[in-house]
């Protein structure tokens, strides 16, 4: 009797705000929001002083992207609803301290080098095995990052074994 019950009652549908989903989805698009706001009151830089775009243009469309994908991922628990597990996965918990690593390889040899390991580990960490992707990952996504920062934002990456090579100092 107890678990005929119980199963009733965890048929009955929460109310959409107290689901996980909207939750996190809620606090993610808040704070992004609170952010995106801010970003409004950022100084406008002089067009002779200004290498890339203006300062507040990077962290607005950053932004902007985050509350669009965080909404995506919330339309989508709709048709396949979260799963709920007692404990975080291990690749989880070693990007976390690949993190501290990269923070350490950037600070002390180069930030491109930096970028390049954590993308190998990350990526070997949740899965990938094939060793012709992981170079691949390895090499084209620094690369993209390097071209994104430099042309795009007109930002130099700080010196460093491979970078003081590109900018020959």
Do not use: H
């Not at 990077?58 to 609803?81: C, D, E, M």
């Amino acid at each position: 009797m107890n678990n005929v019950q119980k199963q009733k009652r965890a048929n009955k549908s929460l109310p959409f705000f107290f689901k996980d989903e909207f939750k996190v989805s809620f606090v993610i698009i808040l704070i992004s929001t609170v952010l995106l706001i801010s970003t409004f009151s950022f100084d406008i830089v002089p067009p002779i002083l200004n290498r890339g775009i203006q300062p507040a243009t990077f962290p607005k469309g950053l932004l902007v992207l985050i509350i669009i994908l965080t909404s995506i991922v919330y339309y989508l628990s709709f048709k396949k609803p979260w799963e709920t597990k007692k404990k975080l996965p291990q690749p989880f918990f070693l990007t976390l301290l690949s993190f501290i690593f990269f923070i350490f390889i950037s600070k002390t040899l180069d930030f491109f080098l930096a970028i390049s390991l954590l993308s190998v580990f990350v990526s070997y960490c949740w899965g990938e095995r094939r060793v012709i992707y992981l170079i691949l990952v390895s090499i084209i996504f620094p690369i993209i990052v390097f071209i994104f920062f430099e042309t795009i934002l007109g930002l130099r990456f700080p010196p460093g074994i491979i970078t003081n090579i590109y900018y020959q100092v």
